[in-house]
């Protein structure tokens, strides 16, 4: 049984069918569909819609974990055309993000905004906490290598923050990395 079954998808909620985030999601999450992953997405729309739609199309299941909004006019909720199949309804957006993380084996970002941004945070920063025993995750996109570089140049990173996420720029790549961090042993990722 791979120790990586379940892998939550993290993106821009505002994006469509002809971005390359969304197609690339889309992408993705067939393929690990087609290689047996459950896929996990907010259950909103834009890249989450993508990783359904692609886990369905590669006869995968989805997991989305949903927040209601009352007060929150900028958070995009569920999205009713995101066809999930099993649903965690969560209070708030805090919770929304901790059940994530807490469903996913391992994660892989796509581009996106704010939302995106503090998913990003909370990922790396419990690999660093658990550090050695953190769940992988892997940032697509070449654009992730600028960012990165930038976050080490400007602010005060540890050696091993650098070291719990990897950077693709392929769907196959994405499977080859979760394969590879599969048979490796934790050391592996130190």
Do not use: C
Not at 104 to 117: E, P, Q, R, S
């Amino acid at each position: 049984m791979p120790r990586f079954n379940k892998i939550t998808i993290f993106g821009f909620a505002d994006s469509h069918e002809d971005r390359p985030e969304w197609k690339d999601a889309y992408e993705t999450s067939k393929l690990l569909a087609e290689n047996g992953y459950t896929i996990v997405n907010g259950g909103g729309p834009g890249v989450m819609k993508a990783a359904t739609l692609g886990a369905k199309e590669g006869n995968g299941s989805v997991v989305g974990v949903s927040f209601y909004p009352k007060d929150a006019p900028y958070f995009e909720g569920r999205d009713r055309s995101n066809p999930i199949d099993q649903e965690i309804k969560t209070q708030n957006y805090l919770e929304r993000t901790l059940r994530l993380l807490e469903q996913g084996d391992a994660y892989v970002l796509f581009k996106g905004g704010t939302g995106t941004i503090s998913e990003f945070g909370m990922v790396w920063g419990t690999a660093r906490l658990y550090f050695g025993h953190h769940k992988p995750f892997i940032l697509y996109g070449e654009f992730w290598h600028e960012i990165m570089e930038a976050l080490a140049k400007n602010m005060y990173i540890r050696g091993e923050e650098l070291k719990v996420y990897r950077i693709v720029d392929t769907p196959e790549e994405v499977l080859e990395e979760l394969q590879k961090m599969d048979v490796e042993d934790e050391s592996s990722f130190l």
